[in-house]
């Protein structure tokens, strides 16, 4: 079994900053990709950001110069790094990640941590 769960999601004013981490837990072989997705009420759900097995990062353009993914792969963990939050980053914010257990390779998803930004 695999498990995927986020923290550090909260309520914050416009401007102000937010980490969320989430951490692979369980029959964890390897971990490729780890990305970050979000949903809005009412929204589908998009990408916000990823790091690749290499390393290498990419953004929606919407938090570009804002965010900042990282992964500490000795932990099985990835952050998100949110700074400058605004109101249209209010979401529900998911961890994915492609796993490989003894029984194979897929995609995995945590259950979500809630970012609001008000006034």
């Known amino acids: 079994q695999v498990q995927l769960v986020e923290s550090g999601g909260g309520l914050v004013q416009p401007g102000e900053s937010l980490r969320l981490s989430c951490t692979a837990s369980?029959?964890?072989?390897?971990?490729?990709?780890m990305a970050w997705y979000r949903q809005a009420p009412g929204e589908e759900r998009e990408l916000v950001a990823a790091?690749?097995?290499?390393?290498?990062?990419n953004y929606a353009d919407s938090v570009k110069g804002r965010f900042a993914i990282s992964r500490d792969s000795a932990k099985n963990t990835v952050y998100l790094q949110m700074n400058n939050l605004k109101p249209e980053d209010t979401a529900s914010y998911y961890c994915?990640?492609?796993?490989?257990?003894?029984?194979?390779?897929?995609?995995?998803w945590g259950r979500g941590t809630q970012v609001t930004v008000s006034s």
């Open positions: 369980g029959s964890v072989l390897s971990i490729n990709d």
């Open positions: 994915n990640a492609g796993i490989r257990t003894m029984t194979g390779f897929r995609a995995y």
């Open positions: 790091v690749i097995g290499s390393g290498s990062t």
